[in-house]
C-alpha cells in the first residue's frame, strides 16, 4: 500500500484548495498505512469480540475466552477521550513564504489533518489563529461539522502582521481551564524568551504541548548567491547582502536558534519538532499520534 | 629612483577607478522577500566590521596593484646613493658620454648581418635614445672634433647618414681625447664607450688609463660573423725607374685576410687599361707575390691600378702606384775638359755604361762646369759633379731647383784646388737655403807631404740602400781593399742632415748623403779615377755605381700616401711659385698656396680620405711639371684578426649586443631595473586580488524603509 506521502506529497497542495478534503485525504492515508487502527489503545469502553485472524494485536486477544471455548477472540473498543486538543496556528505575514507551498499552507494542512484525525478520535478540537494578537478563536468540539467550521477557518485565514506567539499562549493558557493537548504550528519569528514563557504558561496548567517548528527549505538552507536585498516580511526592513558569504554563519545562527528552542521545549518536555515544509505530512501526523498515545 | 619612461607615471591617476568604483558603483540587488532578516542581520553585525576591513583590503589591493603595474610601465630603477646618479633628465650636467665610433674602413666589412658600421651605428644610436637634451655627448670618429654637444637627437640623425671612413686610424688616442673630454666636464657621471670590431692593433688599449671620477667604460665590440677578405697589400716598382725604352716591373702582393680560403682575379691596369691579369688562389690567412713587367708606351705620369674582384671587405681589393715614365733615364756627368789624359769620369762613364745606353737604358750626357746653366736638368735622374765645381750662379740656382724638385746630384770628389770654390758655391749657408753639399772641405788626409799615404774604407753604414742591395746572404760589399791615395778631409755641415755612409780609418766621412728638397745629394771624398784612388779598379766597384744609381733615381719621397695623410708638395723655395694647380681624380682643379720654410715651398692640399691620385702641376722657372701622388687605405687594417675586449680593458663593461647594451644602459643611467619585481608583486597581488574577492564578502549597507 501506497504512503500518504506518496499519494499527497506536500507539494501537492499548490494543485488543491479544499483543505476538508485535503485533510481527510491525508488522515485517510495516514491511517490506511498504519498496521493496526490508531484508535485503539486508548481508555476506552468495550463494544464488542470478532474473531482473531492472524496478524492481530495480541494485546487485545481475549485470552479467558480462549481458556472458557477454546476459541480465539480478539476485543474491541469505543474510545472514551475528554482530551481537548488545541490547535495554535500561527497566522503572521512570515508564514507567506515558501515555494511552491507556503509555510501557511502547509501549517494549514496539517492543522487541518490534526484536527480531522482528533475529532475521528472524538477528541473536542479547537484552533486558534493568531498573529501578533490573537486574531481568531474556534473552541474545542468534537463533532464533525465542528471540523468544518474548523476548515474553514483555517481557509479564510489570510497571514498578516507580525508574530507574537507570546500573546496567543497566554491567552489560551488564561481561556482554557482544562488539561488540554496544546499543538502550536508556527515560524516562530518571535522573541525566544517570550516564546518559552508563553510555553511554561501553558505547561503550568498541566496541558500537554507539541511544537512543530515550520520553516521553508530556503530557509534553512539559505540557497541565494547573488547580492540580493532581503525583505523582511512581517517588518518590511531590508538588508543587502552577499547570501554566498553569510550562508554559513546564517544556517549556523538558524540551527543554533532552532536548538535553542529544542533545548528549552525539552526541558519543559514540550515535544518539539523542526518541520521543513517538504516533510511528508504522514510524518508530522506519526509525531502527533504518538504524543497522544503518551498522554493517554 | 629614477624613471626610465616617466609619462607613464601620468597612468597613476588610474588609481582612482576602483575607488570612484567602490564608491559609486553599486549592483543591483535582486529582491527577495524574506520570512525574516533577523538572522541576517545577527550575522551581518558579526561580519559587518570584518567585511568593511575586507573591502577596503581589497580595495587597497586593487589600488596598489595598479600603481606596480604602472610604476613597472615607468621602468624604475635604483641606483645605490653615491655610485654616480645620471642627474635625471634636464640636468644639464648630469650625464657625459662620449662614444668612440671606430670608423675605420675594417668596420665597412659585410657579413651576413649588414656591414660592421651600420651595426656600430645602431648601437651607438641606441646610446644616444637613452640621453636627454642637456646631456653632454660627443660621438667621436676618426675626422670628427671632441667637442661635447648638448642635442643627442640632432647628434644621432648625423650619427645615421654617417658613413665608414677608409682610414686606419688606431682607436688609442680617439680614446685618449675621449678620456680628456670627459675628464673636462663638470658632469656627475661620465660615459666612455668603445663601440669597435676591435682587431688584433686595439691592442694599444691595453696602454690606456681608464681612470677617473665617476667613469664608467662599456666595450661594444661588432665583430663580424664571418671572416672573408682578400686584399692586395702591396703595388710597388720593382725597376728603379720607368721609361718607355724598357720593361717595368712591379711587384704585387695579395694576401688573404681571412679564415675562408679566395680564389680571385688580380687584374693590373695603367690608366684604367688592363695591363696584365692573373688567377689567384689564396688559402686562409696567406699571402702571395707576384712580379709584373709591363710596358709604357709613352712618357708621363701614369697610374697603376692593381686589384681583385669584390668580396666582403672591398676597400682594400685594390691599390694604386702613380709612376713617373720617361723618355729614357737621362744621367748629367759634368767634368772639366782634359787636354790630355784620362777624363775624371772616365771610370764612372764605364761603370754606368759597360755595353752602350742600350745595355742599361742609361744615357750619359757629358758637358763642362761652365755650360751646365745651359743644360735642361729636367732631362736627367741625376747629376754627376765629376771633380768639378759650377761658379756660375745661373747653374747653381738650376742644379739647386734641380735637386729641390727631386732630382739626384753627386759630388764625385773635389781637387785640393777647388776646395775654396767648392766651399764657397755648394757648401756656403747662405741666408734661406740650405747648403747644396752635405760637407765642407777643410783640407787633405795624411800629412803634409807625406805622399805616400794612403786611406782605406774601415766603415760603411750597412743599413743604407746602397750596401744593403748589395749584400749577398750575410756578407757585406768589401770596400777596404780600395786604396785612397787622395781624398779630401770633410766637415759635416751642421744641421744639413747629413748622413755619413762609410767613414775612413781615421774616422774622416769617405761618403756623405743628405736630402735636398725632395732630392738627394750624395759625396764622395775622392775622385772616383785611378789618380786618387784605385776603388774604379775593384770588383766591387761596378756594383757600388749600380747601386748608387738605382738608389739615386728612385724617387727620393714616395709617390703614394696612405688614406688620412695631407697629400703635399714641396719645391725648392728658390722661384717657386706662389700657387700650385691640384686636382683629385681627375676632378675639378683648384690652387693650393704655398708656405714657404726653411727654403722650402710646400703645399699643401689637404687631408685625403679616400682612394685615388692627386695631381700638382707647377711652374718654376719657366719649367712645366707634375707629380702625381696616388693613396692607398692601409693594409694592415684589413686583417681579419681580432682582440679580446674583456683581456684589453679589464675594468670596463663589456656588452656584446643591442639588449645586453640597453640593459647595461638602464643599469648604468638609472640603476638596477625594478620592474621585473614590480610586475611580479603586481601579478601576485592580481592573484592575491582574485582569491580573497572570491572568498570574501561585503554588506555594502542597510536600509529600512
Known sequence: ?296 | MQFVHPFFLLGLSAIAVPVVIHLVYKIKARQVDFPTIRFLREVDRKVARRQKLQEILLLLLRCLTLLLLIMALAGPAWKPPGSGSGGGPGKSSGVAAVIVLDDSYSMALVDGEGSLFSRAKSLAGEILKTMTAGDAVCVLTSHSEPIMVRDPEELARKLVASEPALSAQALGPQIKAALKLLDETEAVQRELYVISDFQQRASELKGVEFTGRNLTTVLVPVPPSRRENGAVTALEQISPFATTTAPFRVRINAANRGSTPVSTNLTLRIDGQTAAEQLVALPPKSATTLAVDVNFEKPGWRLLTAEIEKDALAVDNKRLLSVRVRAKLGVLICRPLMQSGVSPSFYIEKALNPGGPASTGVSLTLCEPAKLAAENLDDYAAVILAESVPTNEPALKSLRAFVAAGGSLVIAGVGPDSAAEFNTKLAAETPGFWPLAPARMVGTLGEEGDSGHTETIKEIDPYHPIFSRLKRGDVQLDLSAAAFYRAAKLEVLNGAGTRVLARFGGGDPAILEHAYGLGRVLMFAAPLHTQSTNLPLKVSFLPLMHSLVVYLTTPAETQTARVGESLRLRLAAEGAPPKVKYHWNGGAVREVDSSVSNGFATYDAGIVNEVGSGEFEWSQAGRFDTRDIAVNVDPEEGILEYAEPSKLVPSAELVHNSEELNRLLGKIRFGVSLSPYLMLAGFILVIAEALLANRFAFVSSVKKD
Open chain 1, 1 to 296: 500500500m501506497r504512503a500518504i506521502s506518496e499519494l499527497l506529497p506536500p507539494e501537492a497542495l499548490a494543485r488543491f484548495s479544499n483543505m476538508n478534503l485535503i485533510a481527510r485525504w491525508i488522515v485517510e492515508g495516514f491511517i490506511s498505512g498504519l498496521h493496526r487502527s490508531p484508535f485503539h489503545g486508548f481508555s476506552v469502553e468495550f463494544a464488542e469480540y470478532r474473531p482473531y485472524v492472524a496478524g492481530d494485536d495480541l494485546r487485545y486477544f481475549d485470552w479467558k475466552a480462549l481458556a472458557r471455548s477454546d476459541r480465539k477472540y480478539i476485543k474491541k473498543y469505543h474510545s472514551e477521550t475528554n482530551m481537548q486538543v488545541h490547535i495554535l496556528l500561527d497566522c503572521s505575514a512570515s508564514m507567506k513564504f515558501g515555494d511552491p507551498v507556503s509555510k501557511f499552507r502547509y501549517a494549514s494542512a496539517i492543522a487541518s489533518a490534526i484536527s480531522y484525525l482528533a475529532i475521528l478520535q472524538q477528541d473536542p478540537t479547537g484552533i486558534i489563529l493568531f498573529a501578533d494578537k490573537v486574531l481568531k478563536y474556534v473552541p474545542p468540539k468534537s463533532s464533525m461539522r465542528h471540523l468544518r467550521e474548523i476548515v474553514t477557518t483555517v481557509m479564510d485565514a489570510e497571514p498578516q502582521q507580525t508574530t507574537s506567539i507570546n500573546a496567543a499562549l497566554h491567552y489560551l493558557a488564561e481561556t482554557v481551564k482544562r488539561r488540554g493537548l496544546f499543538i502550536v504550528i508556527s515560524d516562530f519569528y518571535d522573541d525566544k524568551e517570550k516564546i518559552v514563557a508563553g510555553l511554561r504558561h501553558l505547561r503550568f496548567k498541566k496541558s500537554e504541548v507539541i511544537a512543530f517548528h515550520i520553516l521553508d527549505h530556503n530557509e534553512l538552507k539559505f540557497p541565494y548567491a547573488m547580492l540580493s536585498e532581503f525583505r523582511d516580511m512581517e517588518t518590511n526592513e531590508r538588508v543587502q547582502v552577499m547570501p554566498a558569504s553569510l550562508r554559513a554563519a546564517y544556517m549556523a545562527a538558524v540551527g543554533g536558534f532552532s536548538d535553542d528552542l529544542r533545548k528549552q521545549c525539552s526541558n519543559m518536555d514540550i515535544d518539539y519538532q523542526l518541520i521543513d515544509t517538504s516533510t511528508p505530512f504522514d510524518k508530522v501526523l506519526a509525531h502527533y499520534l504518538h504524543k497522544r498515545q503518551r498522554v493517554g
